[in-house]
Nanobody, 115 residues
Framework: QVQLVESGGGLVQAGGSLRLSCVTS????????MGWYRQAPGKERELVAV???????DYADSVKGRFTISRDNAKNRVLLQMNSLKPEDTAVYYC?????????WGQGTQVTVSS
């Protein structure tokens, strides 16, 4: 059974930092492209950052220079370091794993940034 479990969300003031973690099980982590998405109230889910199997990364324009995605194949996890947080970063953050037709999601972790 494939599981993606996010952690690290919480309440932080604007300008602060959080680190999200997504630990996976039940899949061959190293062959999956991993990503973080977010969904704010009343909005559609959007891509935040992705990292492929070779470690190449891509970011939404709104988070470039502030967020960093990384992966640890030895620990089957993907991280999202979020710095200089803004109130508009408030959302539920979801971890995603993709390979071929496999597409798995975590349950999400809430990030709230107060002004």
């Amino acid at each position: 059974q494939v599981q993606l479990v996010e952690s690290g969300g919480g309440l932080v003031q604007a300008g602060g930092s959080l680190r999200l973690s997504c630990v996976t099980s039940g899949l061959m982590f190293s062959i999956y492209a991993m990503g973080w998405y977010r969904q704010a109230p009343g909005k559609e889910r959007e891509l935040v950052a992705v990292i492929n199997t070779r470690g190449s990364t891509d970011y939404a324009d709104s988070v470039k220079g502030r967020f960093t995605i990384s992966r640890d194949n030895a620990k089957n996890r993907v991280l999202l370091q979020m710095n200089s947080l803004k109130p508009e970063d408030t959302a539920v953050y979801y971890c995603n794993a993709k390979y071929d037709r496999d597409d798995y999601w975590g349950q999400g972790t809430q990030v709230t940034v107060s002004s």
